[in-house]
């Protein structure tokens, strides 16, 4: 198994680097679904970045108590820099996601913002399998991620975009992935449900509503 990217020294300059990249666009996929949340009472967030999504949902959502992975203590620093006065609801875990497995109460939501892709297919299956395990029926997963669509767009556009984003991470953090994965089959296969779908900049950026225990027909696509 690879070690995990390192996002230490990024952790100060991660808001510019996505502002300057993205604009706000980064932010408004990983807050789609954020009134989705008020219900959710235990939440997962996986990688987070600085935390900026962890601090919106604690301010909308006031009993809500988060459990925040990373694999940088940098920044789940920053995270918990972020959550405050909340960060009392917080609770951080420096460790390797791949390596990880819950314990306590289960979770109602998940939430994983621009961090699968730093996995593989086999990784975020096996990711899949030991959260749907750790989830209440009903809990929510909603996931933020690159997506490279079936036509010219995906092909010209976002194709170079996602290679190019891989090669600028893999020298600054030695990040190994070099492709998405496909975190459809893999959610799938651990028995969520896709509920809802948003994309944006042509599809290169979708926000995903997914549900652990639902009568819905998945959306296709």
């Known amino acids: 198994m690879n070690q995990p990217p390192n996002f230490n020294r990024l952790s100060r300059l991660y808001l510019w680097m996505e502002l300057l ?34 601090a919106r949902l604690l301010r909308k959502n006031s009993t809500i108590q988060i459990d925040a992975l990373d694999a940088s203590r940098a920044m789940l620093e ?67 991620e690159f997506a490279i669509p079936a036509n010219w767009f995906g092909r010209l556009v976002a194709r170079p975009a996602v290679w190019a984003l891989y090669c600028a991470f893999g020298w600054l953090t030695g990040l190994q992935a070099r492709s998405l994965p496909d975190h459809f089959l893999a959610f799938r296969q651990a028995g969520f ?18 549900s652990a225990a639902s009568t819905c027909d998945p959306i296709r696509g």
């Open 21 to 54: 990249s993205f604009g706000p666009w980064l932010m408004l996929c990983r807050c789609a679904f954020l009134n989705e949340c008020c219900a959710a009472r235990r939440a997962l967030a996986l990688g987070d970045g600085d935390g900026r999504f962890t």
């Open 193 to 210: 449900t896709l509920q809802k779908r948003k994309r944006r900049l042509g599809g290169l950026l979708i926000s995903e509503l997914w």
């Open 78 to 144: 920053a995270l918990v820099y972020q959550a405050r006065p909340d960060a009392v609801r917080v609770r951080a875990f420096h460790a390797d996601i791949r390596k990880w497995q819950p314990e306590g109460l289960p979770y109602d939501l998940i939430v994983s913002h621009f961090f699968l892709d730093c996995l593989t297919t086999a990784e975020v299956q096996s990711l899949a399998a030991t959260l749907a395990r750790a989830v209440s029926p009903g809990s929510q997963w909603i996931v933020s």
